[in-house]
């Protein structure tokens, strides 16, 4: 199984930037498909930015233009920037790996936006 683990939350203020990143264990990081998923308080757990083996990236709606996933297959790691960040972009977000099907997922970091 795949080890997932996330660095960058914290507080911002509205209009600020902040920059996540997951570090994955294992020898196949190149070939997974990488994404960040959040969960806020009371609601679903929600797609934010997926990346593929060959940098294809797939964004919500609500974060398109502000953020920002790239990965680094030599250092096995996916980054997400974060800029003109909004209160409701509060949330935990996780980091996600998908090889052929299995999941796994991080333990999360908190972003908190809010003045």
Not at 93 to 106: A, K
Request: proline share 3%; aromatic share 8%.
């Amino acid at each position: 199984q795949v080890q997932l683990v996330e660095s960058g939350g914290g507080l911002v203020q509205p209009g600020g930037s902040l920059r996540l990143s997951c570090v994955a264990s294992g020898t196949f990081f190149s070939i997974t498909v990488m994404g960040w998923y959040r969960q806020a308080p009371g609601k679903q757990r929600e797609l934010v930015a997926t990346i593929s083996s060959d940098s294809y990236t797939n964004y919500a709606d609500s974060v398109k233009g502000r953020f920002t996933i790239s990965r680094d297959n030599a250092k096995n790691t996916v980054l997400l920037q974060m800029n003109s960040l909004k209160p409701e972009d509060t949330a935990v977000y996780y980091c996600n790996s998908n090889l052929h099907g299995v999941g796994s997922w991080g333990q999360g970091t908190q972003v908190t936006v809010s003045s």
